[in-house]
């Protein structure tokens, strides 16, 4: 965090909490304020309802939050691995109350991960905090796809909503990211071929 706040021109910078570090407000607050302290703008923490104590506490110390739902890699195996969460209605009906829940406990804003665009659709229209997703469609206020995705390093078969913005590109890395800047700015990406329904 320290090394891309002292890079940055001028983005949003958000770090991850790690791992195990945000179990309890007290030890959430020490994580986060550490993050804080070497340049971090916002933290974001994966997590549903069992977040709202530590987020009331990060928001009464000033500490903004981003709260991940839907697919998190950080709980995926008690998941059952890489899948589109919140297919069935009382799936969708149990995120969007969630998400409703995080909302008024301050977090600053939603990341919906792996879910149904038609759901990110309903979540970010019923909250007042930005909506940002990851392979929830292109409803949602702002879209991320991770760096080794846009890039396409990775192993294997690619997820549903991952493009590889690199394959085909004469131009090379700094090129892929402004495509992925463009695409998502004029709307074709994500498109109707990296969405769930």
């Not at 550490?34 to 933290?43: P, Q």
């Not at 969007?96 to 977090?107: C, K, P, R, V, Y």
């Not at 909503?161 to 590109?169: D, E, S, T």
């Amino acid at each position: 965090t320290r090394c891309v706040s002292a890079a940055r021109p001028q983005a949003l910078l958000m770090a991850d909490m790690p791992f195990a570090s945000y179990s309890q407000p007290q030890q959430a607050l020490t994580s986060a304020a550490e993050l804080m302290r070497a340049g971090a703008e916002i933290v974001k923490l994966e997590g549903g309802t069992w977040l709202v104590p530590i987020l009331e506490c990060l928001h009464e110390a000033g500490i903004p939050t981003c709260s991940h739902l839907g697919l998190r890699p950080q709980a995926i195996n008690r998941l059952g691995g890489y899948r589109v969460q919140g297919k069935s209605s009382e799936q969708a009906a149990a995120l969007l109350q969630e998400a409703q829940i995080l909302s008024a406990a301050g977090t600053s804003m939603l990341l919906l991960e792996c879910v149904p665009s038609i759901l990110a659709q309903e979540i970010a229209q019923n909250v007042p905090e930005p909506v940002i997703g990851i392979g929830a469609g292109p409803h949602t206020d702002a879209q991320v796809l991770v760096w080794h995705d846009l890039l396409g390093l990775f192993p294997g078969k690619p997820a549903k909503f991952v493009k590889n913005f690199l394959a085909g590109n004469p131009n090379g890395i700094e090129a892929a990211v402004r495509d992925y800047v463009t695409a998502v700015k004029d709307g074709s990406f994500p498109g109707p071929e990296h969405c769930y329904e």
